[in-house]
């Protein structure tokens, strides 16, 4: 079979194998080696979803590739956002004296932007001048979103105004850098003269102002959109959801005409970042319900929901949903498993979870020395800071609050002066009031309440009720009626409703034989109408999650229940038709 009709079976190819059919009967008939058999096979990669390794096989089967294969190649990577091997295959381009031409440079131009690789933009953009190529109209309009992502505005709009000929690509790459920078004065500008507009154009004004977090003029732009996507209608549910207007946003999603991932994951990470956990797994089942299938950017804020809620049987569920559904071990979901893991008390599975993360960062050595203070594990949670230390990893202020909290917890004054000490003038780091409040704690614990009080007195941010807090519970545990009475006023005004504060105070009292005045504080607490806060039974949490009937994972979970003989009634009792099915089905499994 010759070069032609080897030419034609990869254009009726639409399947993965029967290409890998096709590539094997290449090299049997000794085609492998013809240049544009190979450019074709090369372009086929992506469409049939190969994996981009498949493509740079093909590539290195051939020992003299010409411009055409070049260009397939780099075009591949650089739609694989796979930009530095895109950029590498440049390199060896011009090693090999073969010239890039208007078909190579655009696609290194998108892998420049997304690296924000600005210089080698700017010598592509020589390279283009002297060679002639900047004439074309789509290696110009490349350049222009270049320096656009890449931050420099002022170039990008430089290359337009010298365009001789624009189109509504070049408009819009321009308009899109201004809602980049959410410089939205120039960008209506920008958009108001434009010749012709398309939904982009809409859209990109409509992201600008949620940018700026002008909802009022993002909603005017969309409700003057003479057409809306997919894009334009997710784009004004993260506004809403980021100035917390949930059920705008949500009133918003039940009118989208279609859906995709992007839109349901708007609405999760929505619910989680605004602290209805519950709401957002409720979104996440019906996406699921949908077939719609999550990804790795939607487990993460499932998995922060789950922290929220901070249950360990709801931990595990999410923890084997993410194995089980080869969702993408990145960065973001290990460190979110590490925080959810660590919240739920579990800290050996935080601790497993970390030592996967590929590429530690702060935010990941955060979420483990985080987890470890708050339970208890103080001196574990400061050799987690060594490490991250000996492994020059820049600590940020979140940081800091689990290590002075670590110190507090374990009694370390010395080094948790030193660490804050540190925190300001090694790092240049301004603390905020959860420092202090830290500190305050630390100082209060060790019976050094008159430092405390010093520092809370000097907070350049004011009282602040955490900080008031840490004090005050030193002074019950020091009995020290003078600083408690200083200091309670200004934490009742704070917190009005926490009923601990008065409790506090008035134990303090009690303490020191002060009746009458401890009798006053639990009259006053009467009189304004605070109740004590309830507690919350493991029966109330199992109410309050919502369940999914379908999934497998609540027979694991709730097996030894199960085998007692005893989560029947309990369902009954708690009087959930959709948990009380949930359990007939899981038992009818059993």
Not at 368 to 388: K, N, P, T
Not at 412 to 427: A, I, Y
Not at 445 to 471: F, N, T, W
Request: aromatic share 8%; with cysteine; glycine share 6%.
């Amino acid at each position: 079979m010759g070069v032609d009709a080897t030419a034609s079976l990869l254009k009726s190819c639409t399947s993965f194998p029967r290409f890998k059919q096709i590539h094997a009967h290449i090299f049997r008939t000794n085609v492998h080696q013809n240049n544009s058999i190979v450019a074709a096979l090369i372009s086929l990669c992506i469409p049939l979803q190969a994996n981009p390794s498949y493509a740079k096989l093909v590539f290195n089967t051939i020992s003299r590739p010409n411009l055409a294969v070049y260009n397939q190649m780099v075009r591949s990577l650089a739609k694989s956002s796979l930009w530095s091997d895109a950029i590498l295959f440049y390199r060896r381009m011009t090693t090999a004296e073969v010239k890039p031409n208007h078909f190579t440079l655009p696609f290194l131009l998108n892998s420049c932007a997304g690296l924000s690789e600005v210089l080698l933009g700017s010598e592509i953009h020589g390279r283009s001048v002297r060679t002639g190529l900047l004439l074309n109209l789509e290696l110009q309009n490349a350049l222009i979103d270049m320096y656009a992502k890449c931050g420099e505005l002022g170039l990008a709009r430089q290359v337009f105004d010298e365009m001789p000929r624009r189109d509504v690509v070049s408009w819009n790459a321009v308009l899109g850098g201004y809602a980049r920078i959410g410089d939205m004065n120039d960008g209506r500008k920008l958009f108001d003269s434009m010749p012709v507009r398309n939904v982009i154009s809409w859209n990109a004004m409509i992201v600008g102002y949620v940018r700026c977090e002008n909802f009022s003029a993002a909603t005017e732009a969309f409700d003057a959109m003479p057409e809306r996507n997919v894009v334009s209608w997710t784009t004004m549910v993260v506004g809403c959801t980021k100035c917390g207007q949930m059920e705008t946003g949500r009133r918003l999603f039940e009118r989208m005409p279609q859906r995709n991932l992007i839109s349901w994951t708007a609405m999760i990470t929505g619910y989680a970042q605004n602290g209805q956990p519950r709401e957002a797994l409720k979104m996440f089942h019906r996406m699921r319900d949908s077939n719609v299938k999550p990804d790795a950017v939607t487990m993460t804020s499932v998995i922060t929901a789950c922290a929220q809620l901070g249950g360990a049987e709801l931990a595990n569920w999410a923890d084997s949903f993410v194995v089980h559904n080869n969702i993408e071990l990145n960065n973001h979901v290990l460190t979110a498993l590490v925080d959810m893991h660590a919240k739920c008390g579990n800290v050996e599975k935080a601790c497993q979870r970390f030592e996967m993360i590929p590429q530690r960062d702060a935010f990941s050595y955060t979420a483990l020395i985080s987890g470890l203070a708050s339970h208890g594990y103080g001196h574990e949670a400061l050799e987690v800071f060594q490490r991250m230390q000996m492994e020059e990893i820049e600590p940020h202020e979140i940081t800091y609050v689990g290590v002075l909290s670590a110190c507090s917890h374990t009694g370390l004054v010395d080094d948790g002066l030193r660490f804050w000490e540190s925190m300001v003038k090694d790092h240049r780091m301004v603390p905020w009031a959860d420092h202090y409040a830290c500190v305050v704690d630390l100082l209060g614990r060790a019976g050094r309440l008159a430092e405390a009080y010093e520092l809370v007195r000097s907070m350049p941010m004011g009282p602040h009720a955490g900080a008031l807090g840490a004090l005050l519970a030193a002074c019950r545990t020091h009995n020290n009626v003078e600083i408690a009475e200083s200091i309670a006023g200004k934490l009742f005004e704070l917190e009005p409703e926490n009923t601990g504060n008065y409790v506090l105070l008035a134990s303090i009292y009690a303490s020191n034989n002060r009746w009458a005045d401890a009798a006053r504080v639990r009259l006053a607490l009467k009189e304004r109408g605070n109740k004590k806060l309830p507690g919350c039974s493991w029966i109330e949490y199992l109410k309050r999650v919502p369940v999914n009937e379908d999934e497998d994972h609540w027979s694991s979970c709730w097996l030894s229940a199960l085998e007692q003989g005893t989560f029947l009634h309990m369902a009954f009792c708690l009087g959930n038709p959709a948990l009380v099915y949930a359990v007939l089905v899981i038992l009818l499994k059993w």
